[in-house]
């Protein structure tokens, strides 16, 4: 078959994509407060930036969620433990009394 020659043509259009998806955004600023973005989850739609008390917020309800961190250079695995999420399971998802 010819699946291969048919994507040739489109093969930098694809990697642009693909390096998109990658890169930090600029400014790299929490979509919610526009402080400095530390974490980026790569499970939300859009792939957004957050700052840290903003993450944690998020995603109270979300704790499943996969988070990457900005290093400095790029966004590495991280988690939303690291961002200091806390989970509380019982009470309704608050403190125990």
Sequence with gaps: NSYLQQWLPHQWHYL????????????RDC???????IFQC?????RPVF?????QAEHKCRPFHRV???NGTFFEESSL????????????GKHCP
Excluded: Y
Aim: charged content about 15%; some cysteine; glycine content about 12%.
């Design 16 to 27: 642009a994509i693909l390096l998109d998806m990658e890169a930090p955004p600029e400014p």
């Design 42 to 46: 790569t499970e939300c739609a859009h």
């Design 31 to 37: 979509i919610l407060c526009g402080a400095d973005g």
């Design 68 to 70: 990457e961190q900005w």
């Design 81 to 92: 433990q690291l961002a200091g999420l806390v989970l509380h399971v019982g009470h309704g």
């Design 51 to 55: 700052c840290t008390m903003c993450c």
